[in-house]
């Protein structure tokens, strides 16, 4: 019983991480970013993109570190050999934190730099980069969660075979 709750209460952080972490990047990306475009003064915008890509990466690291969390509870918890489409989910995750790290240390940071240097058009020319690094990153995350949610149904759980699609003699 006890193992059972504790294998919903990661299933539930893990949606619920997953909700924060792809829920924030469509809501940054096609949502708010196009409606901060949309005002007059080149400030105002360049403070509020600022101010949306620091929210983004915070609410994004604490959704990006409970998924890990729970990956590493899954990887403690499996019986013998984890399924492929584990391994790739893994390897697309690993991606989508490099990217994102990219984003935050190297294209935020910088754009934060150059605003506060107050040379606004570095720090536009950054964001507008940011914002399609961001898209990569979303498309990775949005893969990510697809293959976790229909993985099982995809890969049977004796693993893949290409012997399987080839028409037998």
């Known amino acids: 019983m ?13 949606e619920v991480a997953n909700l924060i972490l792809l829920g ?3 809501f940054l990306l096609y949502v708010q970013l196009p409606a ?7 400030r105002a915008r360049l403070a509020l993109r600022k101010a949306s890509f620091g929210r983004v990466f ?11 969390l729970t990956a590493v509870y899954d990887l403690l918890r499996a019986d013998g050999q984890l399924p492929a ?5 893994a390897a697309l995750a690993a991606v989508f934190t490099f990217i994102f790290l990219i984003a935050q240390f190297g294209l935020y940071t910088q754009s934060i730099i150059a605003l506060e240097e107050g040379n606004a058009e570095r ?12 898209r990569v990153a979303f498309l990775l ?3 990510v969660l697809l293959l976790q ?12 075979s290409v012997q399987a699609l080839l028409p037998s003699r």
Do not use: D, K
């Open 123 to 134: 720090a536009a020319w950054l964001n507008h980069h940011l914002r399609w690094v961001l």
């Open 2 to 14: 006890t193992v059972n709750l504790l294998h919903a209460a990661v299933a539930a952080a893990r």
């Open 58 to 68: 915070l609410w994004g690291w604490l959704g990006l570190g409970v998924l890990w």
């Open 149 to 160: 949610q229909v993985g099982p149904a995809l890969i049977p759980p004796e693993g893949f």
């Open 36 to 42: 901060i475009a949309r005002l007059r003064s080149a």
């Open 85 to 89: 489409y584990s391994g790739a989910a």
């Open 141 to 143: 995350a949005l893969s």
């Open 24 to 26: 924030g990047l469509f």
